[in-house]
Nanobody, 126 residues
Framework: QVQLVESGGGLVQPGGSLRLSCAAS????????IGWFRQAPGKEREGVSC????????YYVDSVKGRFTIARDNAKNTVYLQMNSLKPEDTAVYYC???????????????????WGQGTQVTVSS
């Protein structure tokens, strides 16, 4: 059974940091690109970042470049999203997803990933 489980969300003040984790099971993790997506209330889902199966290729949407860092540990079947300098507009439910497609702007924009987690809430507020 395929599972993606996000954790690490919470309430943080503007300028603060959080690290999200995505733990995967039930598929061959190191064959899959992992993406992070987010959805704010009343808005469409947005692709945030992705990392290739081997970890050598990463992509970030412009709004998070320089603030977020994606990394993966294939030995632990886990992907991380380190989020620094958080802003109120980063508030959303964050989802991780897995797909065999490449990690890139087109794929993250389309968001047609095979497997999805249930999401973790991130709230940035003073």
């Amino acid at each position: 059974q395929v599972q993606l489980v996000e954790s690490g969300g919470g309430l943080v003040q503007p300028g603060g940091s959080l690290r999200l984790s995505c733990a995967a099971s039930g598929f061959t993790f190191n064959w899959y690109t992992i993406g992070w997506f987010r959805q704010a209330p009343g808005k469409e889902r947005e692709g945030v970042s992705c990392i290739s199966a081997g970890g050598g290729i990463t992509y970030y949407v412009d709004s998070v470049k320089g603030r977020f860092t994606i990394a993966r540990d294939n030995a632990k079947n886990t992907v991380y999203l380190q989020m620094n300098s958080l802003k109120p507009e980063d508030t959303a439910v964050y989802y991780c997803a897995a797909d065999t497609a490449a990690c890139g702007a087109r794929e993250i924009l389309r968001g047609r990933y095979d497997y999805w987690g249930q999401g973790t809430q991130v709230t940035v507020s003073s």
